[in-house]
């Protein structure tokens, strides 16, 4: 498994959560070079971006998670976060990590996260 996925779970609404990804196997250059993000698919719906981070830092987030989540990466730890606050009922979904790496693509296994109301 190329992206190792953690830290889902169940809050209420107006929580928080922060999931992290580890790409263990990269290489360190690899990981600094690849374009990272996270994902989501709620039940009945496709799967959709969330946020991502260029190799240059540029972050892209989706309009509905705009102010309310955070995505970082740690090119010494190998490791891309999500954190996410402010939590709403609509983002009960799985997330997936992914990494793009030229013509390369790879998803983590997924992570679930609840949030009641």
């Known amino acids: 498994v190329q992206l190792q996925a953690s830290g889902g779970g169940l809050v209420q609404a107006g929580g928080s959560l922060r999931l992290s990804c580890k790409a263990p196997r990269f290489i360190t250059s690899v990981f600094w070079a690849a374009e990272m993000g996270w994902y989501r698919q709620a039940p009945g719906k496709q799967r959709e971006l969330v946020a991502l981070m260029s190799p240059s830092g540029t972050t892209v987030y989706a309009d509905s998670v705009k102010g309310r989540f955070t995505i970082s990466k740690d090119n010494a730890r190998k490791t891309i976060s999500l954190q996410m606050n402010s939590l709403k009922p609509d983002d009960t979904a799985v997330y997936y990590c992914?990494?793009?790496?030229?013509?390369?693509?790879?998803w983590g296994q997924g992570t679930q996260v609840t949030v009641s109301s």
């Open positions: 992914n990494s793009k790496r030229g013509q390369t693509v790879d």
